[in-house]
């Protein structure tokens, strides 16, 4: 009896031990996912300087410290507008699959583990509204930026996060029957920012004064800036898509998140070669400083075409997706400059939206297992029908980010708080210098071939004389304002201290020269 007693008391301690064992495990597996999740998520927010180097050192502008302070403040207002709606609006209960109705400023929560699945999605919708800021470079107001990235990362992007991501969207759920496949937003983050970055160059039209494209101008960090911008970019794009997967902890995650970086590699690669070849041989660019800016482009317009299927396609796949999306935003940015009359100084639509639509298209043909090149015969049904829910789903976000952010920027231009003042400064003396040299025409055209006469005819003012009277009243107002300021400039020159970097402004007009589009 004793034995058996014993007996019993040793079971009893060993399925303790066992259930303790468990519970350890499980504690173990939740650490671990949440570590995967903040760690990728703060490499994530580390593309905000790639992004902002890539846009100081892509392009030649007057006030640098405006571009900078714009992407600090997306950091600022997107977390806010994250915060307070964003969060509720992408995984809160669903109102019929379009968008969530609870947790507004994190509100009624589950626990605070719920916390790193908030941080690790506020860096991926940091990251689609910092693409929207390349294609406006330089010449929003810091009212109008601090309204549309609230606006964009506190609704717009978050909804379409609800229909894909939520697991209770009407993209991809049981709701209706439907699967929206993307992996890592190649649609959802990509295609989103891209367009309504789109819509906002749209908005803002060409600009009347192109900046100086001569060798000179260009600053001699400007290569420099590029190139690590594009590594810092690079760095978080292999966290954004390994981190995709969400856990680690499950059978099959560590594979998952394996193939998704080295696909993640592999894509980026292919699109810088393909992007070089492209324009050494079909483009015949020979600027070294422009190839270098496309060639960097095209690698992460490779890595975005590849993001909606990094974890499902096999090494061959990721390298024709890389290069094949590197080729689609050579087309694009090509197009876009040459026979529209939208400019995008850092072609952010050329590099998120075209590559990211062309990836979520691919995914169904190039999914290992179930694409259309891969399924068989038995399967090819569900793969076109899988290839249609992405179209759906694509023309979906698309027309809805279009009509939201068009409209968005459409009010803050009518109400004069979308452009900078430099960029409507721009826009006057173009117009000005434009109407004068059509009254000189018209008043010099027709009729002084018909009636010919004797005297010479009065000079044309041409742009390069109106160029250089705005830079002798601009200098010459420096030189009045320095003479009122007093004696302090003086003081500071006989004590040996020079005015700091931030103190020399640069002229508004010095580094521009008038081109008519």
Request: with cysteine; aromatic share 12%; proline share 2%.
């Amino acid at each position: 009896m004793a034995t058996l007693e014993t007996l019993d008391g040793r079971m009893n301690a060993t399925e303790a031990a066992i259930a303790d064992i468990y519970g350890k495990l499980d504690v173990y597996a939740v650490s671990l996912d949440t570590l995967l999740e903040i760690l990728c998520g703060c490499l994530i927010m580390t593309m905000q300087a790639g992004f902002a180097l890539l846009e100081v050192g892509s392009v030649k502008v007057a006030n640098v410290y405006a571009i900078l302070l714009n992407n600090v403040m997306d950091v600022c207002v997107g977390t806010a507008g994250y915060f307070f709606f964003g969060y509720a609006v992408a995984f809160g209960p669903t109102t019929g699959g379009y968008m969530g109705t609870a947790h507004f400023a994190l509100t009624d929560l589950e626990s605070d583990d719920a916390l790193t699945w908030v941080f690790f999605q506020y860096s991926f919708a940091a990251t689609a509204t910092a693409i929207v800021s390349g294609a406006m470079v330089g010449r929003t107001s810091y009212h109008g930026y601090l309204i549309y990235s609230f606006v964009i990362t506190g609704f717009v992007y978050p909804t379409v996060v609800h229909w894909t991501w939520s697991g209770n969207g009407w993209l991809n759920s049981d709701l209706y029957g439907l699967a929206f496949q993307d992996f890592a937003g190649s649609g959802v983050v990509h295609a989103c920012g891209g367009t309504a970055a789109l819509m906002g160059a749209m908005v803002l039209g060409r600009r009347k004064l192109a900046k100086d494209v001569e060798d000179h101008a260009i600053s001699e960090s400007a290569p420099a800036l590029v190139t690590l911008g594009f590594f810092i970019l690079m760095v978080g794009f292999f966290a954004f898509n390994g981190s995709s997967q969400g856990a680690m902890s499950s059978v099959g995650d560590s594979g998952a998140v394996a193939r998704a970086v080295m696909n993640t590699g592999l894509a980026c690669a292919s699109g810088g070669l393909a992007t070089i070849l492209f324009e050494r041989l079909v483009h015949k660019k020979i600027n070294d400083y422009y190839v270098l800016c496309i060639v960097v482009n095209g690698c992460l317009g490779g890595t975005v075409a590849v993001c909606a299927s990094a974890n499902v396609v096999t090494n061959y796949g990721a390298l024709i997706i890389g290069s094949s999306g590197a080729i689609i935003h050579c087309l694009w940015s090509i197009s876009l400059h040459k026979f529209t009359p939208i400019e995008d100084p850092v072609d952010a639509t050329a590099v998120h939206l075209a590559p990211g639509v062309w990836g979520v298209i691919l995914c169904p043909f190039m999914d290992k297992e179930k694409g259309i090149f891969y399924c068989g015969y038995d399967g090819q049904s569900a793969a076109w029908h899988q290839l249609g829910v992405n179209i759906a789903g694509l023309v979906a976000i698309i027309a809805y980010t279009a009509l939201i952010t068009f409209c968005i920027f459409k009010i803050l231009d009518k109400v004069k708080l979308l452009r900078s003042t430099q960029e409507k400064f721009e826009h006057a003396e173009a117009v000005r210098i434009h109407e004068e040299l059509l009254a000189q025409q018209s008043h010099h055209g027709f009729f002084k071939d018909v009636f010919l006469v004797h005297h010479e005819p009065e000079p044309k003012k041409s742009v390069s004389s109106e160029i250089s009277k705005m830079e002798l009243f601009f200098q010459h107002s420096d030189s009045e304002s320095d003479k009122q300021s007093g004696g302090s400039n003086e003081d500071d020159q006989q004590s040996g201290v020079r005015p700091s970097a931030s103190d020399q402004q640069p002229s508004v007009v010095s580094s521009t020269d008038f081109i008519f589009h």
